[in-house]
């Protein structure tokens, strides 16, 4: 959803038109499902919550290596020039490296021409990566996902 929202807001009123029986069907299910976990927790009904979670639990591990566990996660911040081509620059890096963005942020500074970058990556290519960039004259700090905030 916050894909569609940072993107052209005239294009989606098409697509919805378009997919609008799928979207209408998807949402349906997805109230359905909302009520009934809604219910579980105001009825404090333990087992039935437990049960949906450990389901929740299996299907995210069964993910495999399209998403591993947050805990294998690094979040690399890089200080940037708000200028086109920096990112590009940085990806490029890191498939040169063999290293697999997993997620991106850019945060950009209100006050001049600065930003940084945040990349996901495999914790073990963080010092491979943060390497790498300090060659190419990035100061970057690498640590475990959520721990830097």
Not at 4 to 23: K, L, R, V
Not at 91 to 96: D, K, R, S
Not at 114 to 122: C, E, M, Q, S
Request: aromatic share 2%; charged share 25%; glycine share 8%.
């Amino acid at each position: 959803m916050t894909r569609i929202a940072a993107g052209q807001p005239t294009i989606w009123p098409g697509i919805c038109d378009d997919n609008a029986t799928a979207i209408v069907e998807t949402l349906d299910l997805l109230i359905d499902a909302l009520g009934a976990m809604r219910r579980r927790v105001a009825e404090r009904d333990h087992d039935s919550l437990l049960e949906v979670l450990d389901r929740a639990a299996t299907a995210r591990r069964a993910l495999g290596e399209r998403a591993p566990l947050p805990e294998a996660l690094a979040e690399v911040r890089i200080p940037v020039l708000d200028r086109p081509g920096t990112f590009a620059e940085i990806a490029v890096l890191a498939t040169e490296l063999g290293i697999n963005i997993y997620d991106v942020e850019i945060a950009h500074s209100v006050e001049g021409d600065r930003g940084v970058l945040v990349v996901v990556i495999d914790a073990a290519s963080g010092p491979t990566f943060t390497e790498a960039l300090a060659g190419r004259g990035h100061r970057s700090s690498s640590a475990p996902v959520g721990s830097i905030r």
